[in-house]
């Protein structure tokens, strides 16, 4: 579903990312996992044209989304990215409509789906979500976890092939991660391919296939969650585990 080969990306003199390939197959779930700054939202936003790298190539559902450096033109990038669902950190709902509208309002405007069957639709996905009794509010009245589930109901509602995570927990409280975190794991358990940044530990070693290490802009390891969480090749992999899993306390 998605393959990429030889990205590299800079800013300005700053190389972010270094000669990437890298493979996401059908139903598979890829969580990327690193230190901040190590170039995983890069990697993730190049996937759907939101970053242009410099070189190298990126397929993503059947496409050439990225051909030497060179990005789609933009009608049949904007008809790709129907296929690829983004959740943000940001939940960037549109304020001024209602939870339900938020939902439908993707269908109807850029698919032409009738205002009757987009409804019924986004109720459907608020379901799945956990959040049918909210389709009236307004995005202002919810929770940060909330307001994320409708962000992925929406990513849903265009019926995409493949959905990119870019850290969707990491603007929450900690008691409101779980429940954004538990939608996700019904999307893996439904056979939806997912490409996930974060540094949810927990959510990478239960629910991905794959977890892939980046560090200074390269993947530099990548394996089951069982191999890169009890027996890591790369000293830079154990020393970023043994960071996040067993933080120091302060004194």
């Given at each position: 579903m998605?393959?990429?080969?030889?990205?590299?990306?800079?800013?300005?003199?700053?190389?972010?990312?270094?000669?990437?390939?890298?493979?996401?197959?059908?139903s598979?779930?890829?969580?990327?996992?690193?230190?901040?700054?190590?170039?995983?939202?890069?990697?993730?936003?190049?996937?759907?044209?939101?970053?242009?790298?410099?070189?190298?190539?990126?397929?993503?559902?059947?496409?050439?989304?990225?051909?030497?450096?060179?990005?789609?033109?933009e009608r049949?990038?904007?008809?790709?990215?129907?296929?690829?669902?983004?959740?943000?950190?940001?939940?960037?709902?549109?304020?001024?409509?209602?939870?339900?509208?938020?939902?439908?309002?993707?269908?109807?405007?850029?698919?032409?789906?009738?205002?009757?069957?987009?409804?019924?639709?986004?109720?459907?996905?608020?379901?799945?979500?956990?959040?049918?009794?909210?389709?009236?509010?307004?995005?202002?009245?919810?929770?940060?976890?909330?307001?994320?589930?409708?962000?992925?109901?929406?990513?849903?509602?265009?019926?995409?092939?493949?959905?990119?995570?870019?850290?969707?927990?990491?603007?929450?409280?900690?008691?409101?991660?779980?429940?954004?975190?538990?939608?996700?794991?019904?999307?893996?358990?439904?056979?939806m391919?997912?490409?996930?940044?974060?540094?949810?530990?927990?959510?990478?070693?239960?629910?991905?296939?794959?977890?892939?290490?980046?560090?200074?802009?390269?993947?530099?390891?990548?394996?089951?969650?069982?191999?890169?969480?009890?027996?890591?090749?790369?000293?830079?992999?154990?020393?970023?585990?043994?960071?996040?899993?067993?933080?120091?306390?302060?004194?």
């Open positions: 998605i393959s990429i080969r030889g990205l590299s990306k800079f800013y300005g003199a700053n190389q972010v990312l270094h000669d990437i390939d890298f493979d996401v197959a059908e598979q779930v890829v969580v990327v996992i690193g230190p901040s700054g190590s170039g995983k939202s890069t990697l993730l936003r190049c996937c759907n044209g939101l970053e242009v790298a410099e070189s190298g190539s990126i397929d993503i559902c059947g496409s050439k989304l990225l051909d030497d450096g060179k990005l789609l033109e049949q990038l904007n008809q790709l990215r129907r296929q690829v669902g983004m959740v943000f950190q940001s939940f960037n709902l549109f304020p001024h409509l209602t939870v339900l509208d938020n939902v439908a309002v993707g269908p109807r405007k850029l698919l032409g789906v009738s205002r009757q069957q987009a409804e019924t639709e986004a109720r459907e996905l608020l379901r799945k979500v956990g959040l049918e009794a909210k389709a009236d509010a307004m995005p202002a009245s919810l929770s940060g976890g909330q307001k994320q589930r409708v962000a992925i109901a929406r990513a849903l509602a265009m019926k995409p092939r493949v959905m990119l995570f870019d850290e969707p927990t990491s603007a929450l409280d900690p008691e409101l991660v779980g429940e954004v975190l538990q939608v996700m794991k019904l999307l893996a358990k439904e056979g391919t997912m490409m996930v940044v974060t540094h949810e530990m927990g959510f990478a070693r239960d629910v991905a296939d794959v977890v892939a290490v980046m560090d200074a802009g390269r993947i530099i390891e990548q394996g089951t969650p069982d191999v890169i969480f009890s027996q890591p090749k790369e000293a830079r992999t154990r020393s970023f585990l043994q960071a996040v899993l067993n933080p120091v306390s302060g004194s």
